[in-house]
């Protein structure tokens, strides 16, 4: 068979036997459809059923999780774990607390990981969870009691050296410490088996800050790929949460000007700049509603619904809140009001016909497993620090990420171009990452 119809063959097959999961169909075509080049050259991975092996979750759990509310209401939500692929190291990657989660979500979510957690160059196989559980508008108890329940079950499926769970959307220091504490009261152990801890407790400096420095990190190589660089810079970032606010922090720190951001329910634009301060209290510690910050800034303005974002004008568009959220429409205009570069911080955030206009009007554009893999890197390194029970510095760590960003970006790159497609980062990221896989899972035997 060609390598095209051995693609095409497999794809026809993930959607027959996944069916109802959009996301995870649109994951897997990405990421195939950058392999017919990889395929005809190594005919062994066709022999061997790679591609059917590599798109087939190694296991998947779906749970109960039972809480009470404060008004004494008994509630329940799913809880997930998938695991995909341990070719590379212990199931690493998120967990996602948002309504929207199903197995779909979190399929190409784990999907993704996998060639993430293999372009970071660490050990770390791929693998994703959560629940559809709403953490908006919920009291602290009730987060509290949510998370023992989800762990209270997830505890029997992970382990320091089996599968590592981290933040991801609604889940954030408070969660995963919540998670951590019911983790050592029913294991007895106090070890490294979540990400993105405190800073008391095990947590690496400049996790916190990772994914948004790291986006930003690879945005700059891109640009001095382009003899350019990011200072003096308009930028747009979509999102206000932890990946948005620290990718904001690093552009303005690398001399760039953020002038808007969003939430779930609309953005604000300032020209003269978007105050990090403000939006971090608003939602980092009052978890209000990123509309609230134009009543302290009064050169501001909020626009209801959040595709709008789009439509300002900017150098530099970092889309960080969720999948699907910047459309062909929104790629055309992007294009045609000046922007050079899109770094994803979120995980699939444009439609795939968006990254067709990026790469058809040769932006520099970061697909998300390359651009957002800083945040999941440096998990990687606070699991070595929990191992050898110490600690780094912040300098340390972010000298680490940086050096990591700046490899990710060079492999991509380097694949890109020997697989006949330079420039496409795209190409280059899903090719850097499967050969990595790829070459594991042969030498494992039939995993
Ligand atoms: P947070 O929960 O901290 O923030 C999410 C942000 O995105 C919020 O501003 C939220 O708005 C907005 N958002 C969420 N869902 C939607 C939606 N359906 N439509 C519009 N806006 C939405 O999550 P993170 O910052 O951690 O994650 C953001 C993205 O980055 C996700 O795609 C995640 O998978 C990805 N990512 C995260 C990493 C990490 O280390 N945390 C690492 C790599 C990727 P609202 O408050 O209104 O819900
Ligand atoms: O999508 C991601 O890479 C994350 N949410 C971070 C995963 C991790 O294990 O730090």
Redesign the pocket.
């Known amino acids: 068979m060609s390598a095209k119809g051995y693609v095409e063959k497999v794809l026809e097959e993930v959607k027959k036997r996944n069916h109802g999961e959009p996301e995870f169909h649109q994951a897997v075509r990405e990421v195939l459809g950058s392999l017919g080049p990889v395929i005809q050259k190594h005919p062994e991975f066709e022999k061997n059923a790679l591609l059917e092996r590599i798109v087939e979750p190694e296991r998947q759990i779906i749970f109960r999780v039972p809480w009470q509310d404060d008004k004494g209401a008994m509630r329940v939500n799913r809880g997930f774990r998938i695991q995909f692929n341990s070719a590379l190291g212990p199931y690493k990657g998120?967990l996602?607390l948002?309504p929207?989660v199903y197995t779909g979500i979190i399929k190409f979510?784990g999907f993704e990981q996998i060639f993430k957690n293999s372009l970071t160059g660490l050990m770390m196989g791929g693998g994703k969870g959560g629940a559809d559980f709403d953490p908006?508008g919920k009291s602290d108890s009730e987060v509290m009691r949510f998370c023992q329940s989800f762990m209270t079950e997830l505890f029997r499926h992970i382990g320091a050296d089996t599968d590592v769970p981290?933040?991801?959307?609604?889940v954030?220091g408070r969660e995963v410490a919540y998670m951590f504490g019911q983790w050592k009261r029913l294991t007895k152990l106090f070890n490294g088996i979540l990400t993105?801890k405190g800073l008391d407790f095990g947590g690496s400096l400049a996790r916190t800050e990772?994914?948004g420095y790291g986006c930003v990190y690879f945005t700059e190589e891109m640009l001095k790929e382009r003899n350019d660089s990011i200072a003096g810079k308009t930028v747009v970032v979509?999102?206000?949460?932890?990946?948005?606010i620290y990718a904001h922090q690093k552009a303005t720190q690398l001399g760039a000007k953020v002038v808007a951001m969003?939430?779930?329910?609309g953005f604000i634009y300032d020209k003269h700049g978007i105050n990090l301060d403000t939006v971090q209290r608003l939602?980092e510690v009052e978890r209000k509603?990123?509309k609230e910050y134009v009543s302290e800034h009064k050169t501001a303005q909020y626009t209801e619904g959040?595709s709008g974002i789009w439509n300002i004008e900017c150098e530099i568009a970092l889309p960080?809140?969720?999948?699907n959220?910047l459309d062909e429409k929104a790629a055309k205009t992007l294009v045609k009001t000046g922007c050079i570069a899109v770094a994803e911080?979120?995980?699939m955030?444009s439609t795939p016909s968006a990254v067709q206009v990026f790469l058809d009007n040769k932006i520099a554009f970061g697909p998300?497993k390359a651009a957002?893999a800083g945040?999941?890197a440096t998990s990687g390194l606070e699991m070595a620090q929990n191992s050898q029970r110490l600690a780094w510095t912040f300098e340390e760590v972010d000298e680490k990420l940086h050096r990591i960003m700046i490899d990710i970006h060079k492999s991509a790159n380097e694949a890109a171009k020997e697989y006949g497609t330079p420039g496409n980062l795209v190409n280059g990221a899903n090719i850097a990452g499967f050969l990595k896989i790829a070459r594991a899972m042969m030498a494992q035997g039939l995993v």
């Open positions: 998120g996602r948002h929207s979510l908006k981290a933040g991801d959307i609604g954030g993105g990772a994914t979509s999102g206000s949460g932890n990946v948005a969003s939430d779930s329910n939602k509603r990123i959040c960080c809140a969720t999948q959220e911080g979120a995980n955030p998300g957002n945040g999941v």
